[in-house]
């Protein structure tokens, strides 16, 4: 499975109905979420929902990752338990203020990889709070970590900043977690938009997360992911950035390595696939 982030689909974790939706989808990634969209009462519920899903995983024609509850709430060691196992990709973590806490969870995944043989999962840390925006660059360094996302309704509150569709104290923490994101070597996803009936807004804001750097967009419903796909498209410096790539490490391989470096930055298999499948947008 490739991994693009011009989409990342958020599922009710406790709907067997949005579940079962989710297996046509084409989001580049559809995120099975026990967070914010379900009640304390059906998180058990959903758990069992999707690890009953996750056997299923060759229906899904996206990536397929989960998103746990927050490092705060203690929720996440039942989480982890529940769906970590052969047919996952990534575990999305929200609300994640340190490396240290990432760095806790990561350790948790890893104990149960090796129980399930289910090799190595991907991290995906939403930047949510002030202590998060601050600690971006060394959150987004750690261990597993391929992309960060941001979420702009959380950071807001905790800044005691009320929601606009603009908000003007957001746009410092927005254009800043790219630019740590970059400097870690990983991508950045932006933040949802909430009016699900204001499809121009969604793309102007598809237009400015672009021109922020970020590579993609947290969306909440199906219709918005043409609008997504659209105007995340990868422009002419990520496609010969990713032709470069793509280049250097099937030469690599023909030398019998695997891992090697392009413009100083290593690159492995990671990489070569996430190169490969832009140059393939293309060709569609």
Same mark, same amino acid.
């Given at each position: 499975?490739?991994?693009?982030?011009?989409?990342?689909?958020?599922?009710?974790?406790?709907?067997?109905?949005?579940?079962?939706?989710?297996?046509?989808?084409?989001?580049?990634?559809?995120?099975?979420?026990?967070?914010?969209?379900?009640?304390?009462?059906?998180?058990?519920?959903?758990?069992?929902?999707?690890?009953?899903?996750?056997?299923?995983?060759?229906?899904?024609?996206?990536?397929?990752?989960?998103?746990?509850?927050?490092?705060?709430?203690?929720?996440?060691?039942?989480?982890?338990?529940?769906?970590?196992?052969?047919?996952?990709?990534?575990?999305?973590?929200?609300?994640?203020?340190?490396?240290? *806490? $990432?760095?806790?969870?990561? !350790?948790?995944?890893? &104990?149960?990889? #090796?129980?399930? +043989?289910? =090799? %190595?999962?991907?991290?995906?840390?939403?930047?949510?709070?002030?202590?998060?925006?601050?600690?971006?660059?060394?959150?987004?360094?750690?261990?597993?970590?391929?992309?960060?996302?941001?979420?702009?309704?959380?950071?807001?509150?905790?800044?005691?900043?009320?929601?606009?569709?603009?908000?003007?104290?957001?746009?410092?923490?927005?254009?800043?977690?790219?630019?740590?994101?970059?400097?870690?070597?990983?991508?950045?996803?932006?933040?949802?938009?909430?009016?699900?009936?204001?499809?121009?807004?969604?793309?102007?804001?598809?237009?400015?997360?672009?021109?922020?750097?970020?590579?993609?967009?947290?969306?909440?419903?199906?219709?918005?992911?043409?609008?997504?796909?659209?105007?995340?498209?990868?422009?002419?410096? *990520? $496609?010969?950035?990713?032709? !470069?790539?793509?280049? &250097?490490?099937? #030469?690599?391989? +023909?030398? =019998? %390595?695997?891992?090697?470096?392009?413009?100083?930055?290593?690159?492995?298999?990671?990489?070569?696939?996430?190169?490969?499948?832009?140059?393939?947008?293309?060709?569609?």
């Amino acid at each position: 499975m490739t991994r693009l982030f011009r989409s990342l689909l958020f599922v009710p974790g406790n709907n067997p109905r949005f579940l079962e939706k989710a297996k046509s989808i084409p989001a580049d990634i559809v995120c099975f979420d026990l967070e914010d969209s379900v009640p304390d009462s059906e998180k058990h519920n959903a758990r069992k929902l999707i690890g009953e899903a996750l056997k299923s995983r060759s229906q899904y024609a996206a990536s397929i990752y989960v998103r746990t509850n927050s490092p705060a709430s203690g929720k996440i060691p039942d989480d982890l338990n529940a769906v970590v196992q052969k047919g996952i990709d990534g575990i999305v973590i929200p609300k994640v203020n340190t490396a240290k *806490e $990432l760095q806790k969870i990561v !350790k948790m995944m890893l &104990t149960l990889e #090796k129980k399930r +043989k289910t =090799g %190595r999962l991907s991290v995906i840390p939403s930047i949510e709070s002030a202590q998060g925006v601050v600690n971006t660059y060394e959150i987004a360094s750690c261990n597993r970590v391929e992309a960060v996302v941001f979420g702009v309704f959380d950071l807001l509150n905790d800044m005691r900043i009320e929601y606009t569709k603009q908000p003007e104290g957001a746009k410092y923490s927005r254009a800043k977690v790219p630019v740590d994101a970059r400097a870690a070597g990983v991508h950045a996803i932006d933040a949802i938009w909430q009016d699900l009936n204001d499809k121009e807004g969604l793309k102007q804001d598809c237009v400015i997360g672009k021109q922020l750097g970020y590579v993609g967009k947290s969306i909440i419903h199906p219709d918005q992911i043409a609008v997504a796909h659209d105007l995340f498209a990868p422009n002419k410096s *990520e $496609l010969e950035w990713a032709q !470069k790539v793509c280049d &250097t490490y099937v #030469k690599s391989t +023909k030398k =019998g %390595r695997g891992a090697t470096v392009v413009d100083g930055r290593m690159i492995d298999e990671v990489h070569y696939k996430q190169a490969k499948a832009l140059l393939d947008l293309v060709k569609e």
